[in-house]
């Protein structure tokens, strides 16, 4: 155990969940957000029973999903820095992806006051779904104190008056940068992901034209032909993050750039996932209690990325490890990319 | 016994740019799109069909004109004619790949379900090209995949077609290499690094993987020289008669039509001037542009 990054890890007094406070500017709040949470706008309607019940018998994951999206449509007045027909735009577009799987369905990306690249797809999802009862945990590779992280929750603490958390257990969305947490998730819970390219195939098909086609035809041998070039040249599949995954057994999907250790964490899970591009304006979703099958072959079978090290700070020998380099005499260090899950180990062991 | 490929009435009207530009309203820029729908260029007001051109089909250069063949299991079928015949128009509208302006070409598939390839669904017809039908190119480039390594372009149609085995896809593809006599050691060489004639073997291998039925082959041996022509010729033949594959062959080359094609159609200008037996044609033409065309080639 080495005590300087020990210190690292430690985060300094984190004072972005005091929502008297306004971490940007190092001082409290302005108008209007300042104000305590005492009027805060319900949340919409009860979910409506006749809601895609012809869907119910067979699909219980839809039903939840479109559930999750129709109790969310009741900001009003600019709430979340979007406006309420943008919001809409989005979730429309949302219901769609959610209807159809791993389908890639295109909305008008709004500019956000960020660069593309830095979480736009992920940060108009967010926006569009924010109620203010929801808790948001923000996470950059897996750690809730990065650069990244930290700016997109304040953004909400400042634009919605969200209420922020860490733990992933709380949260009931989590917006994050190409990790899933550790932690199981749970039904009722949103995952939001920030995508570059939403397209799978697109390093093998430039043509847009084209991808839509092989889509819509479910040909996919394009991306087995991938598989078969790695297996020939490198011995092994060589893909350790942006697995591609068939979801439904139907739609070639790209997970974003989570690593494969997550893929599993996909299939089936009890969650809402929901994928934004920003630059490229698309939306896809995997809805609750849906497969998610990682491509590959019978004799070359898919193979998360496992570690001969535990973490160094919790001992965990289950999780997606980062390797940290100590000093320049080849010290290293592997610890939990899951920073939340590493410092709640710790305290309870 | 009923015939695998039955084509009738093929037609196909390229329409010219001037024939379009005149079809505009010419009111000025801002006159708007003609009244018609857009997607039916029949209603567009045309300059006039030319004198040989059936009524009812959009002007422009027809590159086939009701154009009918049949071919059965096992048989190949030669197309002849010069260049702009229509040859390889045709072929790609037997195939589905252009669709024809007036016309069926009927396929009957392995479950002996007749498909009419012009009428049928994308999904449908892009499984039938690589399963049971093949489309051999003129230059390889068109037909291969040159960004993936020789094996892989070979294992394409076995791993579309549901291979979910890396070891059988990789064994049928060294076993297709070395049926077209390409060494096996270059599996796993890109196609960048073949000559011609290799990339026209590596082709043919491709397209003979998934064990079809009917191959249309547009001008196997163009583009290369004498000696490996001879060599894919003699490949082709053995391989054609070893699978009792039926083909459908466009070349300008009557040699090459004389070699590998039991029966012969003579096309010009889009239209069907001769047909019959390979050698009872070329032998003793009839019509005038046969004559024409046998009298034309060289001899040493």
Redesign the interface.
């Known amino acids: 155990m080495t005590p300087s990054l020990e210190q690292a890890r430690r985060p300094a007094p984190d004072r972005s969940f005091d929502r008297s406070f306004d971490p940007l500017f190092d001082r409290p709040f302005d108008l209007p957000f300042d104000q305590p949470r005492t009027q805060a706008p319900p949340l919409g309607p009860a979910p409506r029973p006749a809601l895609a019940s012809s869907l119910e018998p067979h699909d219980g994951g839809l039903r939840a999903a479109l559930d999750a999206l129709d109790r969310r449509s009741s900001t009003t007045g600019g709430y979340a820095y979007l406006d309420e027909e943008a919001k809409r735009e989005i979730r429309r577009g949302l219901l769609k992806a959610v209807a159809v799987p791993g389908h890639q369905t295109p909305f008008s990306g709004r500019e956000m006051p960020m660069p593309y690249g830095w979480g736009t797809g992920g940060v108009q999802v967010t926006a569009s779904l924010l109620v203010p009862d929801d808790a948001l945990k923000v996470i950059d590779q897996g750690a809730d104190d990065t650069v990244n992280a930290v700016s997109i929750r304040v953004f909400f603490a400042r634009t919605a008056r969200a209420k922020t958390t860490t733990r992933t257990s709380e949260a009931t969305i989590i917006q994050t940068r190409h990790r899933i947490p550790e932690t199981p998730l749970a039904p009722g819970q949103i995952m939001v992901y920030q995508v570059p390219l939403p397209e799978p195939l697109r390093r093998l098909e430039p043509r847009e034209t084209e991808t839509a086609t092989l889509h819509a035809l479910a040909e996919y041998g394009l991306m087995r032909l991938k598989l078969y070039e790695d297996v020939a040249k490198h011995g092994d599949i060589a893909l350790s993050y942006d697995y591609p995954v068939l979801v439904g057994g139907r739609y070639l999907m790209s997970p974003s750039p989570i690593p494969s250790f997550d893929n599993p964490k996909l299939d089936r899970s009890p969650a809402l996932h929901l994928f934004g591009a920003g630059r490229e304006k698309r939306l896809y979703a995997v809805p609750p209690h849906t497969s998610v099958e990682s491509l590959d072959f019978e004799d070359f079978p898919f193979k998360p990325q496992s570690w001969a090290q535990v973490c160094g700070l919790c001992g965990a020998a289950d999780s997606y490890l980062d390797e940290a380099v100590l000093d320049d005499r080849g010290g290293r260090l592997f610890v939990c990319s899951d920073s939340d899950h590493c410092r709640r180990r710790r305290r309870t062991p | 016994m009923k015939p695998l490929l039955a084509a009738h009435g093929l037609t196909k009207i390229f329409r010219s740019p001037s024939a379009e530009q005149s079809a505009e309203p010419t009111t000025g820029p801002l006159a708007g799109p003609p009244a018609g729908p857009l997607d039916r260029p029949s209603d567009w007001p045309a300059t006039g069909p030319s004198a040989e051109q059936p009524a009812g089909l959009p002007a422009g250069q027809p590159a086939c004109l009701e154009v009918a063949l049949e071919v059965h299991a096992g048989e190949v079928l030669g197309l002849v004619g010069e260049s702009g015949s229509g040859k390889s128009t045709l072929l790609n509208l037997l195939c589905g790949a252009v669709k024809a302006d007036a016309g069926q070409s009927l396929y009957r598939d392995a479950l002996g379900l007749e498909v009419d390839l012009q009428n049928v669904e994308?999904?449908d017809r892009?499984r039938l090209m690589?399963s049971e039908l093949g489309f051999v190119r003129q230059n390889p480039r068109d037909g291969l995949?040159m960004?993936?390594?020789a094996?892989?372009n070979v294992?394409?149609?076995l791993?579309?077609?549901g291979e979910?085995?890396?070891?059988r896809?990789?064994a049928a593809a060294a076993a297709w290499l070395e049926r077209v006599e390409i060494p096996v050691r270059r599996?796993?060489d890109s196609p960048e690094t073949y000559s011609g004639g290799m990339l026209q073997r590596l082709q043919i291998a491709k397209n003979l993987v998934a064990g079809p039925r009917l191959v249309f082959l547009d001008e196997p041996t163009g583009g290369l020289d004498v000696s490996v022509q001879a060599r894919l010729l003699d490949l082709l033949r053995n391989l054609v008669a070893g699978l009792r594959l039926a083909v459908v062959l466009t070349t300008h080359d009557l040699a090459v039509a004389r070699l590998l094609s039991h029966r012969i159609l003579v096309m010009k200008g889009g239209r069907t001037v001769e047909s019959g037996l390979t050698d009872q044609v070329l032998d003793d033409p009839q019509a005038p542009y046969t004559q024409l065309l046998t009298s034309s080639t060289l001899s040493l």
């Open positions: 994308e999904v892009r690589r995949n960004n993936v390594s094996g892989a294992a394409e149609r791993l579309a077609g979910r085995r890396y070891d896809a990789r599996l796993d």
